[in-house]
C-alpha cells in the first residue's frame, strides 16, 4: 500500500524480554518520526529521523530504548529489558520535509503489552 | 518549550449541533498549529494546520479553525456535528522540527 505501515500490529512479550518494533514509511519521506502513546494520553514524541540520522532523541525515555534507520526508509525501534510501563501503542509517522511545518502521515500503529 | 492543552477530554454533542473543541498553545516564537483526528481503530490523520497565511483555516470533513494570538488558542469548530465525526481530537505545536501532541478530546455524537 502507499501509507505507513507498522508491524506487527499486536505484540505480547514477557517482563525482560527484547522488541523490535517496525516501520517502513512513505516512499520518499525524508522525515521519519516514532510516537508513544498511552491510555488516555496524546501522541509522546520518542524521536525523529532526517535522512539516516536521528536529527532528535530527546524524547527516548532512558537507554534501553533505541532506534535505527540505516538505509534512510525503513526505521526499527528497539526495546531492551522491557518492563510493564513500556506497554502502549506505538506509532510511526513520516513526513514529506519534516522540519515540523508539514503534515504527518501516520500508521496504525502497534500495541505492545508486557506481561 | 512549546505545549498545548485542550479543554475537556470528553466532549457530548447532539447531532446536527455546533461542535466546538478547545486548544490553547504555548509557544516562545509564532507557531505553527495542527489539528488531527483519530477515528477508530485507525491511524491519526490530519484534519487542519495553521502556518501563519491566514487566522481562519478550513480542514477537510467542514472543520475549521480560527487562531487568536491575543488568547493563545485555535479552537476547532463545526457548524453541524455528524455521527461519522464521532473519534479523538488532538491538537498539536511545532517544537523545532517535531509536533508536540495535547491530551486529545474524545467527540461523542448523540443521536
Known amino acids: 500500500g502507499a501509507g505507513v505501515s507498522q508491524t506487527p500490529s499486536n505484540k505480547v512479550t514477557e517482563k525482560g524480554k527484547y522488541v523490535e518494533l517496525r516501520c517502513d514509511p512513505i516512499?520518499?519521506?525524508?522525515?521519519l518520526y516514532w510516537y508513544r502513546q498511552s491510555l488516555g494520553q496524546g501522541p509522546e514524541f520518542l524521536i525523529y529521523?532526517?535522512?539516516?540520522?536521528?536529527?532528535?532523541d530527546s524524547g527516548l525515555p532512558n537507554d534501553r530504548f533505541f532506534a535505527v534507520r540505516p538505509e534512510g526508509s525503513v526505521s526499527t525501534l528497539k526495546i531492551q529489558r522491557t518492563e510493564r510501563g513500556d506497554s502502549a501503542v506505538y506509532l510511526c509517522a513520516s513526513s514529506l520535509s519534516g522540519r515540523g511545518t508539514g503534515e504527518l502521515f501516520f500508521g496504525e500503529g502497534s500495541r505492545l503489552t508486557v506481561l | 518549550a512549546q505545549s498545548v492543552t485542550q479543554l475537556g477530554s470528553h466532549v457530548s454533542v447532539s447531532e446536527g449541533a455546533l461542535v466546538l473543541l478547545r486548544c490553547n498553545y504555548s509557544?516562545?516564537?509564532?507557531?505553527?498549529l495542527f489539528w488531527y483526528v483519530q477515528y477508530p481503530n485507525q491511524g491519526l490523520q490530519l484534519l487542519l494546520k495553521y502556518t501563519s497565511a491566514a487566522t481562519l483555516v478550513k480542514g477537510i470533513n467542514g472543520f475549521e479553525a480560527e487562531f487568536k494570538k491575543s488568547e493563545t488558542s485555535f479552537h476547532l469548530t463545526k457548524p453541524s456535528a455528524h455521527m461519522s465525526d464521532a473519534a479523538e481530537y488532538f491538537c498539536a505545536v511545532n517544537e523545532d522540527d517535531k509536533i508536540i501532541f495535547g491530551k486529545g478530546t474524545r467527540l461523542h455524537i448523540l443521536p
Open positions: 516512499s520518499g519521506h525524508t522525515a
Open positions: 529521523f532526517q535522512g539516516t540520522g536521528a536529527a532528535d
Open positions: 509557544s516562545s516564537v509564532p507557531p505553527y
